[in-house]
């Protein structure tokens, strides 16, 4: 993952031919030779930015971010992915290009459309906090400008009980094994405290957007949504969907949520089973959490002492430390939300998966290369219950 942006370590790593570039092909003149300025002089380029308009500063200081967001290995790899039709290009001109910013910066001056898909697809494999619903139509959905609108006005009109979603926009983005739908509903007004361009201070009232994602898997007739809070609330979206996207009604079995079964982690023999090739160092669960039969309001969390590291049997031992079984047998005890850890190579943390597991459709994983990998084991291991039905 990139580090927290600095415009000083970014204007470090880029090389000055790289940064000329982007001046020049934006329009912006600046007053400094480059090609006179060492590399990792920066000092000049920085004050040279400061002292423009206000608006082209901020314009400058935001394109850069977005290039540095994409710049490691995880980002050009997704900037790869959506190369499509002129993968080869693309890669033959990355292949003679040092360094991961000078990569990205040429992606972003050359190929701009390649850029805006990945960013986007970069910002929603890095989400976490995903919402599943199962039991849905293995096709792929409609793209088309109707449905976009149709789903952006029901989107709208259900925010406005809330007083906001005057407006929504909605977008598309597809992958072979996936369609998101990105939706902009406008939030509620906001007043910030700023400087104008004369450098005093004023206050402006903004209307921003909130987001809402529906990623739907046609292979798996999976619907994953970032952006709801409540089940209700989640219910809703998803009939949203099925009846806008989908074109179908949103009956009971297609509101089934029971998309993680976690039953099974009670059990201190239950069995990760990896394949060698992904070289698998452990796989532990570090916490569960349990609601009791018949009393839902009883609830009992137990985590594995961190110091354990790598040893999987940690967390059980505590249960049989501090839960006495006659007053709560096991079969009583129900797993509504557990935290696992998943090692793959790398040294220290490097290469370490650590997710939350809720019941019954919730998750953190995000969209990695490791993440995806613990995607597949879940349902494997009979976690994950879509691939099932």
Partial sequence: MSKTFSMKRFLIATSNESLAGYFTA???????????????????????????????????????????????????????????????????????????????????????EVFESASTWHRIDTMTRWRHRKNLPKARPATDDETKAALAGVLSEYFREEARGRNCEVETYERPDCVCYHAFPEDYATTDMCYDEDGRLQRRIRKSVFEIIFCYHPDEGRLSINGGGRKDQIDMLCEMFTDNVLKIPAEPDLKNDRVFD????????????????????????????????????????????????????????????????????????????????????????????????????????????????????????????????
């Avoid at 018949?294 to 002492?305: C, F, H, M, Q």
Wanted: aromatic residues 6%; proline residues 4%.
């Fill in 26 to 112: 934006k329009g912006i003149s600046i007053e400094v030779d480059l090609t006179a300025l060492g590399e990792a002089d920066s000092g000049p380029i920085m004050k040279s930015i400061q002292e423009m308009p206000r608006d082209v500063s901020s314009r400058i200081e935001n394109d850069f971010r977005d290039i540095h967001a994409l710049s490691y290995e995880g980002g050009i790899k997704t900037l790869l992915a959506e190369t499509r039709d002129n993968f080869d290009e693309i890669s033959d001109a990355l292949l003679v290009i040092d360094g991961h910013e000078d990569k990205v910066m040429w992606v972003f001056l050359n190929k701009p």
């Fill in 262 to 389: 976690l039953s099974g982690l009670k059990n201190r023999d239950f069995e990760f089973v990896t394949d060698p090739a992904d070289n698998v160092e452990f796989v532990r669960v570090k916490s569960l959490g349990f609601s009791v039969v018949g009393n839902s309001g009883r609830k009992i969390a137990l985590e594995a002492d961190p110091d354990n590291n790598g040893n999987r049997q940690a967390v059980y031992d505590h249960i049989d430390q501090s839960i006495n079984k006659e007053n709560v047998p096991a079969d009583q005890m129900l797993v509504k939300k557990a935290t696992i850890q998943m090692k793959f190579p790398g040294k220290g943390n490097h290469g370490s998966v650590t997710f939350e597991i809720g019941w019954p459709d919730s998750c953190t994983l995000k969209d990695g290369e490791n993440h995806r990998k613990v995607k597949e084991y879940l349902k494997r291991w009979g976690i994950d219950k879509c691939a099932t039905q």
